[in-house]
Nanobody
Framework: QVQLVESGGGLVQAGGSLRLSCSAS????????MAWFRQSPGREREFVAA????????YYADSVQDRFTISRDNAQMTVDLQMNMLKPEDTGVYYC????????????????WGQGTQVTVSS
């Protein structure tokens, strides 16, 4: 199993930056693809970014491509999301997720979830 705890959310003005961090515990972290999802009120949870088990492959939602960067440190058991050029539509609760096996973009492919961290981008 993998336990996940997110941190780094907050309030930022449009155009600003935030860095989210997800700290993991458990023996299967290095066997897990890791991802970030987000959810805003009235909307379904949506994929943001994912990294493969070794971090060599990454995927991004079109809406965050070239603005967000996902990275992982298997030795530290962390996965970060650097968010630049933030927009009001990036507002939401951001969740870290882990999937045993291959990288994916669907929420139902991820078995383990953190509690979420709020990101609010003001215009």
């Amino acid at each position: 199993q993998v336990q996940l705890v997110e941190s780094g959310g907050g309030l930022v003005q449009a155009g600003g930056s935030l860095r989210l961090s997800c700290s993991a515990s458990g023996r299967t972290f290095t066997s897990s693809a890791m991802a970030w999802f987000r959810q805003s009120p009235g909307r379904e949870r949506e994929f943001v970014a994912a990294a493969s088990r070794g971090g060599e492959s990454t995927y991004y939602a079109d809406s965050v491509q070239d603005r967000f960067t996902i990275s992982r440190d298997n030795a530290q058991m962390t996965v970060d999301l650097q968010m630049n050029m933030l927009k009001p539509e990036d507002t939401g609760v951001y969740y870290c997720a882990a999937a045993l096996g291959l990288i994916g973009v669907a929420a139902n492919e991820y078995a383990y979830w953190g509690q979420g961290t709020q990101v609010t981008v003001s215009s």
